[in-house]
């Protein structure tokens, strides 16, 4: 069992940044390749961002390539988004999930196996 804890959401206005954090609890929680997936108001979740468990490869869509950027820590518990440049059209619940399969099923959309319970970010324009 992974337990998954999202914070760093909030209101800020376009062009600027926010970190959000995905702190992972579990005896394997380590092992496990994370991402970042987003729901707007009456849209779909889409994914937006994920990591292997080794932290060696990094996915992201094509929405926020170049603004955003995807880590975690050394212990591999921790995952980080950083997000600069942010547009108002990123606005919406910001979810991680965790996978024990290649971070690739993540880019799909599919094989998440734990989520958290997400985190609100606004941009105002």
């Known amino acids: 069992q992974v337990h998954l804890v999202e914070s760093g959401g909030g209101l800020v206005q376009a062009g600027g940044s926010l970190r959000l954090s995905c702190a992972a609890s579990?005896?394997?929680?380590?092992?496990?390749?994370m991402g970042w997936f987003r729901q707007a108001p009456e849209k779909e979740r889409e994914f937006v961002s994920a990591?292997?468990?080794?932290?060696?490869?990094?996915y992201y869509a094509d929405s926020v390539k170049g603004r955003f950027t995807i880590s975690r820590d050394n212990a591999k518990t921790t995952v980080y988004l950083q997000m600069n440049n942010l547009k108002p059209e990123d606005t919406a619940v910001y979810s991680c999930?965790?996978?024990?399969?290649?971070?690739?099923?993540?880019?799909?959309?599919?094989?998440?196996?734990?989520w958290g319970q997400g985190t609100q970010v606004t941009v105002s324009s």
């Open positions: 999930g965790a996978t024990s399969r290649n971070a690739r099923t993540l880019v799909a959309g599919s094989g998440v196996d734990y």
């Open positions: 579990g005896r394997t929680a380590s092992s496990y390749a």
């Open positions: 990591i292997s468990w080794s932290g060696g490869s990094t």
